[in-house]
Every structure is written in C-alpha cells, then in structure tokens.
T-cell receptor, first 110, second 114 residues
C-alpha cells in the first residue's frame, strides 16, 4: 500500500497548549481519515476529508486537507487531558490495502 | 448491537503453538481486516476480506492465515507462533468493500509468544 508519513512521532505539551500532527504523502490521496486511540484502547474514527482544501472542525479539533491532496493536518486548540492518545491518519487511494500512518502519540502535562 | 467482538483479550503462547484469534461483527459489514500494532510501528494490515469467501494479503501476512466463511466472522490463525508475533491484534470492519469507508475496531487481543 501507499506510504503516508506522520510527524511528529511523539509530542508532549502542557495542558492548554495547542497541538498539531501532520500526515504527508508523496502522491495524491483519494481521501484521508483520522483516528484516535486512547492508551490501552482501540482506534476510533474521528473524521474523513475528501475535497482539496477541505477544512472541518469538531469542537477544539480542526482537520485540514491540502490543496494538492498530498497532506493533511489535525490541530487541537487548548489541549485537555482527555486529548491524550495516539492520532493516526489513514490513506485511501480507492484501493483495498488502505494503510495507516505511524501515528503521533500525544502526552499532556496537567 | 455489539459492533466488533474479539476474543480472547489476552493470550500467552509458547513458540510453535498454534491458535486462532476470533473476530465477529454484527453490522453486516462486507469488509473485515486484521491489524497488528507494535510500538513505534503503527497499525499494519495483515489480511483482509471484502466478503464471504474472499480474502487477500495485506502488508505483513507471513505466519498468518485467514478465512471468511460467513459475513459475520473473520478468524485469524497463527499456525506456528513465533516471538516476533508478540503484538496487539485488532480486527476491524467497514461497510462496502474497504474503499475508504470508516473502520470500526474491536477492543484488541494482546498476544505474547514466549
């Protein structure tokens, strides 16, 4: 499957600080999905982006899809302890072998 | 509506033993898949199925077998367990044929091979 690179691999922030993770591809993506996995839990779907330049918001979370559809970002404003976990992006190019990025693990100092 | 159910939650095997990880979903999903998760490696696709009787290999299929005799069930078989198969295993399913629909995950199986 096509590789997607996620950066950073780890991020530690103070509660109240912002956080951003990026998902990058060398080729055009069909769509991008974002998942969150709490420590000890399973991944849970957050959102899907399909259109070039698309921006979607879920409360303090903002998701963006690049104009060239080769990158995406997840931004959390004013992090809270409930945001702790690993965030994954998942690429789809219309194929069935859909691959995940390596994930960004977010830890928060209360 | 239970969603995706995986059993067992924990398992310890000795090298060379065989076992089957069970996965069942009650959402009538066509697509089912198995992932393994290792520290720093993210989620890697082992095998997937787009419907009963149809399976295919993912990124890391060696050492694992699958079958899909019904829409609901997608068991993962380890024929001869190796320490390198120590990992957390997730089963996931989705509507459609896996062409971008969101995945629903089971709660995972933590497997240790000694």
């Amino acid at each position: 499957g096509q590789q997607v690179m996620q950066i950073p691999q780890y991020q530690h922030v103070q509660e109240g600080e912002d956080f951003t993770t990026y998902c990058n591809s060398s080729t055009t993506l069909s769509n991008i999905q974002w998942y969150k996995q709490r420590p000890g839990g399973h991944p849970v779907f957050l959102i899907q982006l399909v259109k070039s330049g698309e921006v979607k918001k879920q409360k303090r979370l903002t998701f963006q899809f690049g104009e060239a559809k080769k990158n995406s970002s997840l931004h959390i404003t004013a992090t809270q302890t409930t945001d702790v976990g690993t965030y994954f992006c998942r690429n789809s190019r219309g194929a069935q072998k859909l691959v995940f990025g390596q994930g960004t693990r977010l830890t928060i100092n209360p | 509506n239970a969603g995706v159910t995986q059993t067992p939650k924990f398992q310890v095997l000795k090298t060379g033993q065989s076992m089957t990880l069970q996965c069942a979903q009650d959402m009538n999903h066509e697509y089912m898949s198995w992932y393994r998760q290792d520290p720093g490696m993210g989620l890697r696709l082992i095998h997937y199925s787009v419907g009963a009787g149809i399976t295919d290999q993912g990124e890391v299929p060696n050492g694992y077998n699958v079958s899909r005799s019904t829409t609901e069930d997608f068991p993962l078989r380890l024929l001869s367990a190796a320490p390198s198969q120590t990992s957390v295993y997730f089963c996931a399913s989705s509507y459609g044929a896996g062409r971008g629909e969101k995945l629903f995950f089971g709660s995972g199986t933590q497997l240790s091979v000694l």
